[in-house]
Each structure stands twice: as structure tokens, then as C-alpha cells.
T-cell receptor
């Protein structure tokens, strides 16, 4: 069990650029979640995959955000035309049934 | 959506003290988890406890689903317990996805 891996750990980008984050879940976990966390707040749900199917998306996930999980393994979260309000910690979690395991997150700073 | 309220928002303890953190939620749930976020930002799952009582070392948790609350007990606190404790609940309105509260920030002084 190597845990949930996220890459990169930190990303600084200029406003208007596109960014992509990767999440590698625990191998036997079929469920994968993306959350976003800003300072002083709890994580906010973005989207959820069961295997390769994206089953739920939050209203927070604007058209500039897209997520994929090809073949039900790793997942990517892309943000197009980044805005300063996108600056946050992006967290990935996986589970098999009950109880999440979170990765260390990707901290995005949009300048 | 479901509302999750955690109290107290902030807590400062001396090492060795005991504490109780509370999570109230606004609807019936079938999924409740407690997490600890350490000062480096890593979220650690402490308990999956949609109902009943569980214990793990100095930590224990109780969920009374019918009354829509859960409690996290920390006994003999240590400086390494510092961080933010989150409650996440789900299962309301047909969605399994947990909603997080705003957390309780705990500082344990030596």
C-alpha cells in the first residue's frame, strides 16, 4: 500500500494558463474523488469517479474544469484559463467502500 | 444540501488534557468520517463511524445518527494531536458524497 500520490506538490502559474494535476489512487480502490480546499475551510467536493465513470460533479466545477480517469486507474484534473480564484489546495482521495484515503494534495497558486 | 456544523471552532489545551469535539448535521446520513489535518496539510482518516462507538488508542468517536450528531474524544492529548479536525457526512438526498464541516482547530501546548 503506497498510499494516494499526487503530482505536482506545488504549481505556480500565470493567470490564463492551463494546468493539469495527476492523482494515483491506491491500486485496489475503485472510487476516486477530487476536492478543493482554501485557507480556513474544509475540503469542498469537486467530482467523483467509480472506476472510469464520472458519477457526480459539483456545481463548483465550472466549464473550465475537467477531470478524467481513463481505464479506472489514475485521474487527471485540468483547469483551463486559470483565474486567481482558482488558487487553492487540490486534494485527491480514494476508497474501496467506506473511509477515504487522501493524498498530500497539489497547491496551486495563480499569479 | 446537508449542513455540517462543528464546535468549538478553536481549542487550546495543555498536554495531558482531555477534549470533546462535536459535529452536528442537518439530515440523516449513512456515511460519517472524522479526519485529522496535520500542520503540513495531510488529511488522515481517523474513523468511519456512521453510527455507534469506536475506539483507537487515545481517540474514540460516537455517532448518534437518530439525533444527528457525532462526538470525537481525545484523551491525554499530546502536542502531535495539534491540527484541524474535520467531520465529513454523506448519504443525504441520495448522494453518497461526504460534505465536510469547517473543522475544529486544536493546539496542544507542551
Amino acid at each position: 500500500d503506497t498510499g494516494v500520490s499526487q503530482d505536482p506538490r506545488h504549481k505556480i502559474t500565470k493567470r490564463g494558463q492551463n494546468v493539469t494535476f495527476r492523482c494515483d489512487p491506491i491500486s485496489e480502490h475503485n472510487r476516486l474523488y477530487w476536492y478543493r480546499q482554501t485557507l480556513g475551510q474544509g475540503p469542498e467536493f469537486l467530482t467523483y469517479f467509480q472506476n472510469e465513470a464520472q458519477l457526480e460533479k459539483s456545481r463548483l466545477l465550472s466549464d473550465r474544469f475537467s477531470a478524467e480517469r481513463p481505464k479506472g486507474s489514475f485521474s487527471t484534473l485540468e483547469i483551463q484559463r486559470t483565474e486567481q480564484g482558482d488558487s487553492a489546495m487540490y486534494l485527491c482521495a480514494s476508497s474501496r467502500q467506506a473511509g477515504y484515503t487522501f493524498g498530500s494534495g497539489t497547491r496551486l497558486t495563480v499569479v | 444540501g446537508i449542513q455540517v456544523e462543528q464546535s468549538p471552532p478553536d481549542l487550546i489545551l495543555q498536554e495531558g488534557a482531555n477534549s470533546t469535539l462535536r459535529c452536528n448535521f442537518s439530515d440523516s446520513v449513512n456515511n460519517l468520517q472524522w479526519f485529522h489535518q496535520n500542520p503540513w496539510g495531510q488529511l488522515i482518516n481517523l474513523f468511519y463511524i456512521p453510527s455507534g462507538t469506536k475506539q483507537n488508542g487515545r481517540l474514540s468517536a460516537t455517532t448518534v445518527a437518530t439525533e444527528r450528531y457525532s462526538l470525537l474524544y481525545i484523551s491525554s492529548s499530546q502536542t502531535t494531536d495539534s491540527g484541524v479536525y474535520f467531520c465529513a457526512v454523506g448519504g443525504s438526498g441520495g448522494s453518497y458524497i461526504p460534505t465536510f464541516g469547517r473543522g475544529t482547530s486544536l493546539i496542544v501546548h507542551p
